[in-house]
Every structure is written in structure tokens, then in C-alpha cells.
């Protein structure tokens, strides 16, 4: 019985989880437990819930697997100093003390911090470090329920990698391809996610709610296009790209741009966070979204080449762009598309262990035909009633027990029927960023007022950000044009025509907050301006609790869908324990709450006194 923990960490998203014989048993990120979202700090907490929930000590363990090679990255870090020398000193000077005290001893640091978890044998431990994009692509194959498919993997950069072309087959993957630094689709989508006022490793999901916005047949969108592409990137048939580095600052600054020669070239500054957003902006993020969606296909088309798979897998940040998957999808290049839940950094936690296992160890796969192996995501820590009434007693919380699962779901269904917003929270925490419905905030789709209500007074953040529809798997082409099951959030798909409502003449010409709040079908707070939806599909065999509470509201309303956001506010990561959750509850405008069988009213509460002094504590993502 082979033990295999991987970790992923010092960069962002830390992360750790643990396979035993093949199977994910558990994986979590470590900001779900210290509460500092996209930490990059040693996964302390997160390995110990993993030995903990697996029953395994450290000196049990085959293998502790790291997600990327630090020494090559070091090496990347120098040959690209030295390249663009005299430039970059300053960030030279930065990171070098960094590199030289910590990243250059990795191997010491991992023991250090397995050592504050528990006592163990150093000189037993096996410790194993597969480069970053196969830990990627082992997380998106071995989880998939394909034999055999191609596998793109698009991020930032690992060591030198920023894009990759794999072949998985049974137990083995097989590089093709490979795109290098500084050239990147992820640092250059970073890039315009700088420009427009987010931050960096988070704000690209922002960038990508903000294109639709952006009107894609205008003139001023169209010549945007053109100047990316004369000036900024060169655009192969092949999936490569090759980015003009004399307007990025990211291979030896301090900035992802030089902001003169942007100013220049677009015709605006940089614009600063939480300025008035104006149309020209949304028009920039409408024009990169569309360039990007153009590589991507590129890069699929050549996957599709130089195998003629069947199957696609898709990890890195970039495979995160659920605007981009859903054209993939509609372009019908592959039977079938998987995209790993935690695709981001967090995921290579999960890939590294699978591919000590798979190659490494040379251990046999066994492909789930049917499902994938990721179980829903649904391999956080969960919690038991005990423990919620302890947090609830803590706070001298109001709270009744509804002992009939039916009878919670439908009164929880009534709550969100009479336009209420409810944190829902049950079992096995989600891996990765997206709330599937054990860590959510939940609303009535049908609400013209839901997703300004959510955005303003829920989650404290930009009121142009869309939110998700979670429908049920039996009723999804009801609503949606959707070709395939899309249970992670990870395909957009569009609203049926019938559902659509018609649009101004003048639609088009108003400005950002005039389309926001004009209603655009049935499903009003799920329709984004381009009548698309990022689609979750809730299956009855893999979260049986949430397609439960949905049937309840379909039964009573007639719709099988919900609004569906992650439990958190803007700049706090999603909620973990009872504690968060009521925490979350009480400092936010929410009505009701339901822990596991225990159902709270908002104004049953006794007052929190803390709540302005909270909504300070997060930083803006």
C-alpha cells in the first residue's frame, strides 16, 4: 500500500495532498486554515489535516513530493538577470537573499517544516521533485476518466516552462512540446490584468468577468486587437507565441509593465484599483480575452496534430479561463474536455504525488470510465455537529437543529424563494477555487436584484462581477446550451435563446452600469452580458445534500438552478470551519445560515459588535 504526500508551495496557492494506492484521499489548501488567501507559506496545516484524515504518519509515507525544481528555476532566475543585464538590479538585489537563505536549500526547508508537524526518520524519507508542468499535466491526466488523451498545460511559468504539450497513455506521460520564458500566455494575460487595475494572481478572473463588457464589434476593440498583435505578441499557427519584452517589466523588474510606452500605445494610463471603469477599459479587457481565446485554440489545434487524441486534459491558471474552455468545447476539435478543478498551483500538489506514483513507482492506473477521480473536489476537512454547536456556543449563537434532511432543504428552498441569501455549508470542504456547494452562498437566479445584492452587500466587491448558476445535471439543457457536464465551474455555456429577454437597440452604446442592470433573460443575476453563464452542474452522485436543496427549489419554484458563490468576502478565502462560516454570516448582510442539520436566522443573533472593524482586515484581491 503505497503513501505518497505532495506539496505545493513559496510561490502562491500552498498546498498539500495525500494519495494512498492511487486514490486522492485528501487535499486542501493551506489558506483555507490560516485564513491568508493565496499564502505561499509552508502547507503546515494543510499536510497535517492530510495525515490526519488519511491515518498516516510521516515516516509511513513512500514518498514526499514537491511540485516543481527549484535549482532549475534558480538557474532560470540567473541566465534571465544576466541576459537583460544592466537592467533589473533592483529586483536582482530583491530576490537573491530569498533564493540564497531559503529556495536554493528547498530540501532543508521541507524538512523543517515536516519536522514542526511531527517527529520523523529524515534519513528514511524519500523526497521527490518532478518538474512543474508534468506535475500540471499528471493532475489533470491521472484524475481523468480518458486511457489515453493529449494534454495542454498553460500557466505563468514553472522553471522554464510557461505552456506545455503532453501524451498521457495508461500510466505514463510523455512530453511533445514546450514554451519558454520570458514568452508566456499567462504573464501576458497577467499583464493586462495589471494595466486595468487588478492585482495579479487573482484579478484575472475579474479581467475575464470584465471582457463581455467590452463590445468585441467595435471599432475601438478591434484596433486594440490589432496593436496587441503588432506590438505586443507575435501569434504562431502552431500555439507559440513570441512577446516583444521591450513593453513587459516581468523578466527582471519590479512591474509587470513599462506603463509609458502601454499609455502610449493604448491611449490611457494604467488605471488604479477601484477607479470608475469606463468603456475603453472594458473594450482592452474584451480585445486580450479575445487574443487569448485565439492562442489557445492554436495550441489545442496543435495538441490535436501532433496526436490525434480523442481526449483533451487542460491544467495551469490559464486552463481557470472558462470563457476560453467553453469555445474549445463549442469547436468540437476533441470528443471530450477535462479540465483539473485546482488547476492553478494548488493542483501541482495533487499531479506531483500522482506522477511519483504513476511513473516514479511505475504503480498501474485505473481509469473511472464514468467519472473522474477527483470526486467532486470534495477532499477538504468536514465537520461534525459537536464541533459546529461548539462554534456556535462560542458566539452565543441562536440556532435550531432540523433532525429531517427534507425538511431543512425545504425550508432553506422557501428562505431563497422570498429572496434571501443563504450560507450553506455541509461536509468535505471544496479543493481549489471554485465553491461546488459544501462552501456557498446561494441565491434565487430568477432575482433581477440577486446579483447586486451578492456583489454589494454580501461580498463587498466589484458590482460587475457575475456570478454562477449551479443547475441540476437533468434540467441543465432547460436553461443552458450545453453540450457536456461541467461540474467544476470550468465551461461557460449560453442561455437558451427562448429564456433570452430582447435587448435595447442602443445596448450596446450605454455605459457599464446601464447593461449591468438591464435584465437579460429569466435568469437574470446568472446571465452575463453576453447572455453566457459559467455552468455548474450538480450531480446527485457526487453532492447528494446540494442537488437535494435544489430539487427542493425546483420543486417548488419550477427552476432547477441556483445562484451559486464561494463563501467568503472579497479578499478572505473561502470558509473552512463553522467558526468561519458564522464569522462570515455575522459580518456580512447574509439572511440565513445552515451548518450540516443547524439552521440560523440573521436577526435571531445577538449583536457583532466587530463587524465594521473586520471588513478592514482582508486585503483587496
Known amino acids: 500500500m503505497r503513501k505518497i504526500l505532495g506539496i505545493s508551495a513559496y510561490y502562491h496557492d500552498s498546498a498539500a495532498a495525500i494519495l494512498i494506492d492511487g486514490s486522492i484521499v485528501a487535499a486542501a489548501q493551506e489558506e483555507r486554515f490560516t485564513r491568508k488567501k493565496f499564502t505561499s507559506e509552508f502547507p503546515a496545516h494543510a499536510i497535517r489535516f492530510c495525515l490526519e484524515y488519511s491515518g498516516c504518519s510521516i515516516d509511513e509515507l513512500d514518498a514526499v513530493v514537491f511540485y ?66 508534468i506535475s500540471h499535466a499528471a493532475s489533470a491526466f491521472y484524475p481523468s476518466p480518458f486511457q489515453e488523451a493529449v494534454i495542454l498545460t498553460i500557466d505563468g511559468v514553472g522553471e522554464w516552462a510557461t505552456a506545455s504539450i503532453c501524451h498521457g497513455r495508461d500510466n505514463r506521460i510523455t512530453m511533445l512540446r514546450e514554451m519558454r520564458f520570458p514568452h508566456s500566455v499567462g504573464l501576458l494575460y497577467s499583464a493586462f490584468t495589471y494595466y486595468l487595475g487588478f492585482r495579479v494572481n487573482s484579478g484575472e478572473y475579474k479581467l475575464m468577468g470584465l471582457a463581455p463588457y467590452g463590445n468585441p464589434d467595435s471599432g475601438q476593440t478591434q484596433e486594440f ?17 513570441w512577446l516583444n519584452q521591450s513593453y513587459f517589466n516581468y523578466a527582471t523588474g519590479l512591474r509587470m509593465v513599462h506603463e509609458k510606452k502601454w499609455e502610449k500605445l493604448f491611449g490611457f494610463p494604467a488605471i488604479r484599483p477601484d477607479v470608475n471603469i469606463e468603456q475603453k477599459h472594458c473594450n482592452l479587457a474584451c480585445a486580450i480575452q479575445s487574443v487569448t481565446e485565439e492562442i489557445i485554440m492554436n495550441m489545442a489545434r496543435e495538441a490535436k496534430r501532433l496526436t490525434g487524441a480523442d481526449h483533451l486534459c487542460m491544467a495551469g491558471g490559464v486552463a481557470l479561463n472558462c470563457v476560453a474552455n467553453g469555445k474549445l468545447m463549442r469547436e468540437d476539435l476533441f470528443s471530450d474536455i477535462y479540465v483539473q478543478p485546482a488547476a492553478g498551483d494548488a493542483g501541482g500538489a495533487v499531479g506531483a504525488a500522482q506522477i511519483a506514483y504513476h511513473m516514479y513507482f511505475d504503480e498501474k492506473r485505473i481509469v473511472r470510465y464514468n467519472t473522474d477521480a477527483m470526486q467532486g473536489a470534495f477532499l477538504g476537512p468536514d465537520y461534525s455537529d459537536k464541533e459546529a454547536v461548539l462554534a456556535f456556543r462560542k458566539h452565543k449563537a441562536v440556532y435550531k437543529k432540523i433532525e429531517d434532511f427534507d425538511a431543512l432543504c425545504s425550508e432553506t428552498a422557501d428562505c431563497i424563494n422570498e429572496g434571501n441569501v443563504v450560507g450553506w455549508f455541509q461536509g468535505r470542504m471544496e479543493y481549489g477555487p471554485r465553491a461546488l456547494g459544501n462552501r456557498s452562498i446561494l441565491g434565487d437566479a430568477r432575482n433581477p436584484e440577486m446579483q447586486k445584492k451578492l456583489n454589494i452587500k454580501i461580498k463587498y466587491r466589484e458590482g460587475f462581477r457575475p456570478f454562477a448558476p449551479a443547475v441540476l445535471i437533468e434540467y441543465s439543457k432547460e436553461f443552458f446550451d450545453l ?34 442592470y438591464h435584465q437579460r433573460s429569466d435568469i437574470p443575476s446568472v446571465t452575463h452580458l453576453d447572455f453566457s453563464a459559467r455552468i455548474q452542474t450538480v450531480h446527485r452522485e457526487t453532492n447528494p445534500k446540494f442537488w437535494q436543496l435544489i430539487e427542493a427549489f425546483r420543486k417548488k419554484t419550477g427552476y432547477g438552478v441556483l445562484v451559486n458563490t464561494s463563501f467568503n468576502v472579497r479578499g478572505e478565502p473561502v470558509v473552512c470551519s463553522p467558526e468561519d462560516a458564522y464569522a462570515c454570516f455575522m459580518r456580512t448582510e447574509m439572511d440565513y445560515l445552515v451548518v450540516n442539520d443547524f439552521f440560523l436566522k440573521k436577526t435571531d443573533q445577538p449583536d457583532w459588535e466587530n463587524r465594521e472593524k473586520w471588513k478592514k482586515e482582508f486585503e483587496k484581491d
Not at 80 to 94: D, H, I, M, Q, W
Not at 485 to 492: G, K
Open 68 to 133: 516543481d525544481k527549484p535549482l532549475l528555476k534558480f538557474e532560470r532566475l540567473l541566465e534571465t538577470y544576466y541576459a537583460f543585464a544592466p537592467r533589473g538590479l533592483a529586483s536582482f538585489l530583491k530576490a537573491m537573499p530569498v533564493w540564497t537563505k531559503e529556495k536554493m536549500f528547498l530540501k532543508k526547508s521541507l524538512h523543517e517544516g515536516l519536522s514542526q508537524i511531527q517527529n520523523y526518520d529524515r534519513k528514511k524519507l524519500l523526497l521527490l521533485f518532478p518538474e512543474h508542468h
Open 225 to 241: 486587437i490589432r496593436l496587441i498583435k503588432e506590438n505586443l505578441v507575435s501569434v504562431k499557427e502552431d500555439g507559440s507565441i
Open 483 to 516: 453540450q457536456c457536464a461541467s461540474p467544476y465551474m470550468l465551461f461557460i455555456a449560453y442561455v437558451n435563446p427562448e429564456r433570452r429577454k430582447k435587448l435595447p437597440e442602443n445596448y450596446h452604446d450605454q455605459d457599464l452600469w446601464s447593461k449591468l
